[in-house]
């Protein structure tokens, strides 16, 4: 960070956007498939933000931006380590929402449902069947109101405007981009 911060000559804007599905239950867990998920999911966020936060405090201000995920706003079956993962990336921002906002330091979090992305297989395919990849992700969408899947490029507009001006009074905010899933 501090090599950014020189080249670039400060840090205004991160965007912590990582993670990786991780254990599909509980049963039977891989502890270390479990811990490199909550590393990636939410370690990394953690320290990334310990990393960038002093550099935005001296630039007076800046927009600090996570990815979670809809998992992270309503528990998935589907994904339970995953979602704890979420939950704890959702819990982050809103705190440290609230520590840094008198340095006018914004700190929010999107939240994409499931997305069109080589990710999706992690969460509809993991038995390698394409027939239950096929029937997951059937079942997911008829859970989503708007009947798609999320685009990559959604998630990145949201974040754009997140850490734009137009964004300047908004921190805290858990923003889903989902179709309407978690409005039900």
């Given amino acids: 960070m501090n090599d950014a911060a020189a080249l670039l000559g400060g840090i205004d804007v991160m965007w912590a956007h ?3 599905p991780g254990p599909a239950g509980v049963e039977n867990l891989d502890l270390a498939a479990y811990e490199a998920a909550m ?5 990394s966020a953690t320290l990334a933000a310990g990393e960038v936060i002093g550099h935005m405090r001296k630039r007076g201000g800046g927009s600090l931006i996570f990815t979670a995920s809809v998992s992270g706003l309503v528990g998935s079956m589907f994904s339970p380590v995953y979602s704890a993962a979420k939950f704890a990336v ?3 921002t809103k705190s440290l929402a609230q520590r840094f906002a008198a340095d006018n ?3 929010n979090v999107v939240c994409p449902g499931l997305a069109d992305t080589p990710m999706k297989t992690g969460f509809t395919g993991r038995s390698g069947d394409p027939a239950e990849a096929a029937a997951n992700q ?5 859970s989503v109101p708007m009947g798609r899947l999320c685009k990559a490029e959604e998630v990145a507009h949201a974040a754009l405007w997140l850490a734009s001006d137009e964004a300047s009074f908004v921190t805290g905010v858990a923003l889903p981009i989902d179709g309407g899933f978690t409005a039900r």
């Fill in 18 to 20: 990582a993670g990786i």
């Fill in 138 to 142: 059937a079942r997911l969408l008829a």
């Fill in 90 to 92: 959702v819990g982050l």
């Fill in 39 to 43: 590393a990636l999911n939410v370690t």
């Fill in 105 to 107: 330091v914004r700190v």
